[in-house]
Nanobody
Framework: QVDLVESGGGSVQSGGSLRLSCAASGYSARSEYLAWFRQPLGGAEREGVA?????????YYADSVKGRFTISLDNAKTTLYLQMNTLEPTDTAMYYCAAQTRTEEGAWYRVGDLLAFFGYWGQGTQVTVSS
């Protein structure tokens, strides 16, 4: 069973920083990629923000966050991070941790230059940036 539990969201002012964490378990045999997605309130499409290849640390970023956000995975590969700097009001959204799947139901998503099939999701953590 794959479990993804996000934490670290909150409210900050424009220009501030936050670090999101995702406790990830049960994914290693099934997923080559872990990623962060976000979805604003109001039903806009879920957007791939950043992804990382768990076998070698290659990273991928949406153009909207390049140079501001950094995705990383701890050495034990049990915690995924998203360091978010220079936050803007347009970054306000629910942020989700996701794991690629090969066998379960899911969908194809693009995260920067990566196109992968993600099927495991956390419950999300809210990030609100005020101007």
């Amino acid at each position: 069973q794959v479990d993804l539990v996000e934490s670290g969201g909150g409210s900050v002012q424009s220009g501030g920083s936050l670090r999101l964490s995702c406790a990830a378990s049960g994914y290693s045999a099934r997923s080559e990629y872990l990623a962060w997605f976000r979805q604003p309130l109001g039903g806009a499409e879920r957007e791939g923000v950043a992804a990382i290849y768990t076998g070698g640390g290659i990273t991928y970023y949406a153009d909207s966050v390049k140079g501001r956000f950094t995705i990383s995975l701890d050495n034990a590969k049990t915690t995924l991070y998203l360091q978010m700097n220079t936050l803007e009001p347009t970054d306000t959204a629910m942020y989700y941790c996701a794991a690629q799947t090969r066998t379960e139901e899911g969908a194809w998503y693009r995260v920067g230059d990566l196109l992968a099939f993600f099927g495991y999701w956390g419950q999300g953590t809210q990030v609100t940036v005020s101007s």
